[in-house]
Nanobody, 117 residues
Framework: QVQLVESGGGLVQAGGSLRLSCVAS????????MGWYRQAPGKQRELVAV???????SYGDSVKGRFTISRDMAKSTVYLQMYSLKPEDTANYYC???????????WGQGTQVTVSS
């Protein structure tokens, strides 16, 4: 069972920045995707950003131009750099990695991001 551990969350003022990290307990070379999702209270979990093994990226509409996903395969780590944070970015952010969305994929426990106005 792969373990994913997120870090980097916290409280930040609107307009500020944070960098989230997610470290896997084993090599991620076999994974086809690595991504970040978020869930705010009373809302469904939504895709924030995803990066493929080949380096292709995709972002949720609400974060395009403000967030950047990257990964360091040698360190089994995926990052989410967040700029120009808004109060509506407040949520628990979850890391997910895997071979496919339907099988052999794993979730982290989440890290809380709170943006104050």
């Amino acid at each position: 069972q792969v373990q994913l551990v997120e870090s980097g969350g916290g409280l930040v003022q609107a307009g500020g920045s944070l960098r989230l990290s997610c470290v896997a307990s084993e090599s991620i070379f076999r994974f086809n995707f690595m991504g970040w999702y978020r869930q705010a209270p009373g809302k469904q979990r939504e895709l924030v950003a995803v990066i493929s093994n080949g380096g292709g990226t995709s972002y949720g509409d609400s974060v395009k131009g403000r967030f950047t996903i990257s990964r360091d395969m040698a360190k089994s780590t995926v990052y989410l750099q967040m700029y120009s944070l808004k109060p509506e970015d407040t949520a628990n952010y979850y890391c997910r990695m895997g071979v496919s969305a339907s099988t052999d994929n794993y979730w982290g426990q989440g890290t809380q991001v709170t943006v104050s106005s």
